[in-house]
């Protein structure tokens, strides 16, 4: 073999060896176990659903549901933390739509289109739904409950670690009386040390 030939597969060896490596979930599913940061990742978000969802089956609400239209929607679940989690917030609000229609006890107005109106977004930011609108939307929708929240925060740092301790909100609230018929509080908790 000629010394360029051994020069050039050296290289390209080397190369290979020191270049970033790539995994798939489905092929090693413990890629999903460890935490890589503080903020909220698939793993804490399914935690905050089934726990969410377990409450929610078996509360009297659901066991004493009236006859008639059972229609309900998610509205906005607010980030009032300190961390940039707004984006893991987006699919919760999926997850939870995505629960109730597979449960079949309600029919399901989309998020997307409760809060298709740039004004109706701004009147519907989390726990903080002004009731008139409330009332307004479940009139024009056919909407008897709204799913909606807020997620905050308590954050402790040390020399050598920082926690974040979550606290997640969600509610069921009749608009007919404007009642939360449901409430049920998830705690997620992260942390980095190092």
Known sequence: MSRLACLTL????????????YQRGTDDPSLDEAAMSTGLDRADLEHAM?????????????????SGPRTISVLEISNETSEHIGSALRPLITSVETKLVNGGTFDVVANDDVVKSAILTERTRGDMVDPETMSALGKELGVNYFVHGRVGDTTEKTKDARRVQ???????????????????????TKQITG
């Open 10 to 21: 050296a290289l390209s060896v080397s190369v290979a060896c020191g270049g970033p490596s």
């Open 50 to 66: 089934d726990k969410w969802l377990a409450a929610f089956n078996a509360s009297g609400f659901v066991s004493h549901l009236p």
């Open 166 to 188: 979550y606290t997640l909100f969600l509610k069921v609230t009749e608009v007919s009386t404007r009642r939360t018929v449901f409430q049920e509080q998830i705690d997620i």
